[in-house]
């Protein structure tokens, strides 16, 4: 399909997101996937569509923003930061700690993070920032409700605790929903959260250029107080993390140079 560069800007004077950071490739092959399974044959006839159709322009931007999420996701991983790295944290920081959860789409790691820290703090204690560029995935994530797959992982103790079966899916308890606020993200433009003691980003930066991802590496070790710690997911790397200001904790685990 000729016209990628006009249905970039077209993109981003409808929703403000900037197809230009994406590695072009992958981006493009997945929108010319949808734009020929809605039956349209060129970019502008299917900006056209997306402009007249809001339920279609939802579609688009579910589309754009990838979703594979699930609770514990490398649960080893996970106990690294529940046996760990929180007890180090609360030793730091005290009980308040600031997390945020970056990119964090239908809330599986907000939640699992509430989780994993309750084995240390009470709930009241709580509270997870979890932001993504995605209003139908804060909206999926505000229900709480998800399939056996995506609880696979979670610890046997909090299934029973947190979790309630509606019919063949399960929802997560309002005990842990209360500890995260939800809000809208865009990681490239929007002003980041400051003095967190712990970001949380997995498994998306993966999408973007080495530019942008440069960009938002920084703006995480901004983000941070000194030795808070980012943790990554297992399928990145940050081989230029001393230039970031970053330190390497363990694997996957960053801490914020002096």
Same mark, same amino acid.
């Given at each position: 399909?000729?016209?990628?560069?006009?249905?970039?800007?077209?993109?981003?004077?409808?929703?403000?997101?900037?197809?230009?950071?994406?590695?072009?490739?992958?981006?493009?092959?997945?929108?010319?996937?949808?734009?020929?399974?809605?039956?349209?044959? #060129?970019?502008?006839?299917?900006?056209?569509? %997306? &402009?007249?159709?809001? =339920?279609?322009? *939802?579609?688009?931007?579910?589309?754009? @923003?990838?979703?594979?999420?699930?609770?514990?996701?490398?649960?080893?991983?996970?106990?690294?930061?529940?046996?760990?790295?929180?007890?180090?944290?609360?030793?730091?920081?005290?009980?308040?700690?600031?997390?945020?959860?970056?990119?964090?789409?239908?809330?599986?790691?907000?939640?699992?993070?509430?989780?994993?820290?309750?084995?240390?703090?009470?709930?009241?204690?709580?509270?997870?920032?979890?932001?993504?560029?995605?209003?139908?995935?804060?909206?999926?994530?505000?229900?709480?409700?998800?399939?056996?797959?995506?609880?696979?992982?979670?610890?046997?103790?909090?299934?029973?605790?947190?979790?309630?079966?509606?019919? #063949?899916?399960?929802?997560?308890?309002?005990? %842990? &929903?209360?500890?995260? =606020?939800?809000? *809208?993200?865009?990681?490239?433009?929007? @002003?980041?959260?400051?003095?967190?003691?712990?970001?949380?980003?997995?498994?998306?930066?993966?999408?973007?250029?080495?530019?942008?991802?440069?960009?938002?590496?920084?703006?995480?070790?901004?983000?941070?107080?000194?030795?808070?710690?980012?943790?990554?997911?297992?399928?990145?790397?940050?081989?230029?993390?001393?230039?970031?200001?970053?330190?390497?904790?363990?694997?996957?685990?960053?801490?914020?140079?002096?």
């Amino acid at each position: 399909m000729e016209g990628y560069e006009k249905f970039k800007k077209d993109v981003y004077n409808l929703t403000t997101i900037d197809l230009n950071a994406y590695k072009e490739k992958q981006m493009r092959r997945r929108i010319d996937t949808l734009i020929t399974k809605n039956n349209k044959t #060129s970019y502008d006839d299917y900006v056209r569509l %997306i &402009k007249s159709d809001k =339920e279609k322009f *939802e579609q688009f931007i579910n589309f754009l @923003t990838i979703n594979v999420s699930e609770f514990y996701r490398n649960p080893e991983q996970w106990t690294v930061l529940e046996k760990e790295l929180f007890p180090a944290l609360i030793q730091k920081f005290g009980k308040r700690l600031k997390i945020w959860s970056a990119a964090c789409s239908t809330g599986d790691e907000p939640y699992s993070l509430v989780m994993a820290l309750s084995r240390h703090l009470p709930l009241e204690n709580i509270h997870i920032i979890a932001t993504d560029i995605d209003k139908q995935v804060l909206d999926k994530a505000r229900l709480g409700i998800y399939n056996e797959k995506s609880i696979a992982s979670v610890p046997d103790d909090f299934k029973k605790k947190y979790f309630k079966q509606v019919g #063949s899916s399960y929802q997560i308890s309002d005990q %842990i &929903k209360k500890c995260v =606020e939800f809000r *809208e993200h865009d990681l490239l433009k929007d @002003t980041y959260p400051s003095d967190c003691h712990l970001i949380v980003c997995r498994n998306v930066v993966i999408y973007f250029t080495e530019e942008a991802k440069d960009e938002i590496y920084r703006k995480f070790n901004r983000s941070l107080v000194n030795d808070g710690l980012l943790f990554i997911g297992s399928t990145e790397q940050i081989t230029n993390y001393k230039e970031l200001n970053f330190r390497r904790n363990k694997s996957f685990f960053f801490e914020k140079g002096r």
